[in-house]
C-alpha cells in the first residue's frame, strides 16, 4: 500500500514510518521538523519504498494514498505551549487537510489521539465513553481542545461524507527516540540521571500516569489501523499505573549515580490520575502491552546512553 505518515519524523511517527516499510509498503513521511528530526528517520532515506517531505500540515497537501496516518502535533508539554495558537491550528488544520484528501482520493485515515480528550479525568480508569473534565481555556487547552476538535471533524466527515476514519486516543508512550530535551516525564527523568542532575519532580509527584512501551504501541495503531470492525476511538496504552515518584525511584536504580529527586511547582491543570480501560482494544484487536514499565525504561536508558555521546 501507499501511505502518508504526517508527523513522520517525530518520535512515534519515526516507529510507525519503519514499522510500515518492514511491512513492504510505500511510505511517504511529511514533517514541519518543529518537534521531529531528520536524524530519525535517517536510517530510512536509502530505502526506494520511502519518501521525506518537509511540509506543514496546516498548508493543503496532495498524495495519491491508500492509508493516511496523521500524527503530526507536538506532544510535549513546553513544546505545544511554545506556540499555542499553532498547535490548536496544527490539530484543527491539519485533520482537515488530513480528511479532506482522505476523502478525495477515498483512503483510510487515522488520527492520533490522546487521552488528554478526556483532561483531568472524575472517573477512573478512563473508557472510551468518558466525555472528559477538560479547561477549555488554561495552558493545556491549545492540545487538549485542538485534540478534541480534530475527533469533532473526524466524526462528522465520516457521518457526512463516508471517510472511513480510525480514531486511537494514546496514552503516554515513551522510547527510544524521544529528544533530550522532549520536556516529557521519562526522557526528562532518564536524561537527567545519565547526566548526574537530580530529577525535578513536579509537585509532590503522587499524580499519577500509565505508560506504554513504544513497540506495544504501534503494534496497536497497525492492528487497529488495518481492521475493519470499529473506527474508534479506542483508547491504546499500558494500564500499569505509577505515581511520577515511583518512576523517579525506577530511573534511579536502573541508572545508578549520585542524582537525588527534587521538587519543582506543578504546571497548572496537570491531571492527577490517568490510566486506561482497554478493555475494546483487547475485545477487538486481541491487544494488550507486553512490555513491563522496568523493561522498556532499561531499553530507553540504553538509546539515551548512546544519544548523549553524540
Ligand atoms: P513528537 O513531537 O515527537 O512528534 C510530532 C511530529 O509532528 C514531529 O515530527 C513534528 O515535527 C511534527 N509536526 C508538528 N507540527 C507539525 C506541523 N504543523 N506540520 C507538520 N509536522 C508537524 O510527538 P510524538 O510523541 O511522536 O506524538 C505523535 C502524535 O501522537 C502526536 O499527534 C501526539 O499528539 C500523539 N500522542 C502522543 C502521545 C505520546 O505519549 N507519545 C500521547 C498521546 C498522543
Ligand atoms: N513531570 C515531572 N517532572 C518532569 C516532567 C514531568 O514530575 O520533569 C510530571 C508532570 O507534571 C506530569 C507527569 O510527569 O504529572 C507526566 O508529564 P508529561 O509531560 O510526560 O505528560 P502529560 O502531563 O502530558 O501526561
Given amino acids: 500500500m501507499k501511505i502518508l505518515v504526517t508527523g513522520g519524523a517525530g518520535f512515534l511517527g519515526s516507529h510507525l514510518c519503519e514499522r510500515l516499510l518492514n511491512e513492504g509498503n510505500e511510505v511517504t513521511c511529511l514533517d514541519n521538523f518543529f518537534t521531529g528530526r531528520k536524524t530519525n528517520v535517517a536510517h530510512l532515506l536509502g530505502n526506494p519504498n520511502f519518501e521525506l517531505v518537509r511540509h506543514d ?5 496532495k498524495f495519491e494514498v491508500d492509508q493516511i496516518y496523521n500524527l503530526a502535533c507536538p506532544a510535549s508539554p513546553p513544546h ?3 506556540n499555542p495558537i499553532k498547535t490548536t491550528k496544527t490539530s484543527v488544520m491539519g485533520a482537515i487537510n488530513c480528511l479532506g484528501l482522505a476523502k478525495r482520493v477515498k483512503a483510510r485515515v487515522f488520527q492520533a489521539s490522546t487521552s488528554e480528550v478526556y483532561g483531568d479525568p472524575e472517573i477512573h480508569p478512563q473508557s472510551e465513553a468518558y466525555w472528559g473534565h477538560v479547561n477549555p481555556i488554561g495552558l493545556r487547552s491549545c492540545y487538549d481542545e485542538g485534540k478534541r476538535c480534530a475527533e469533532t471533524l473526524f466524526f462528522d466527515y465520516h457521518r457526512e461524507n463516508e471517510v472511513d476514519i480510525r480514531v486511537i486516543r494514546i496514552f503516554n508512550t515513551y ?3 524521544m529528544l533530550s530535551n522532549d520536556g516529557r516525564v521519562v526522557s526528562n527523568f532518564i536524561v537527567q540521571a545519565l547526566r ?4 525535578t519532580v513536579y509537585g509532590e509527584g503522587l499524580q499519577t500516569r500509565s505508560f506504554c512501551y513504544v513497540d506495544d504501541l504501534i503494534e496497536g495503531f497497525v492492528r487497529f489501523m488495518n481492521q475493519t470492525e470499529i473506527v474508534g476511538p479506542m483508547n491504546l496504552g499500558n494500564p500499569g499505573e505509577f505515581t511520577m515518584m515511583e518512576l523517579a525511584e525506577i530511573v534511579l536504580k536502573k541508572v ?12 497548572s491543570d496537570d491531571p492527577k490520575q490517568r490510566q486506561p480501560d482497554i478493555t475494546l482494544a483487547k ?9 513491563p514499565l522496568e523493561d522498556g525504561i532499561e531499553r530507553t536508558i540504553a538509546y539515551f546512553r548512546q544519544a548523549l555521546k553524540k
Fill in 256 to 267: 545508578g549515580g549520585a542524582s537525588k529527586i527534587v521538587h519543582r511547582p506543578l504546571p
Fill in 175 to 177: 522510547g527510544p527516540r
Fill in 196 to 199: 548526574g542532575e537530580d530529577l
Fill in 80 to 82: 505545544y505551549q511554545y
Fill in 57 to 61: 500540515v496546516t498548508d493543503p497537501f
Fill in 283 to 291: 475485545k477487538h484487536l486481541g491487544w494488550e502491552p507486553t512490555v
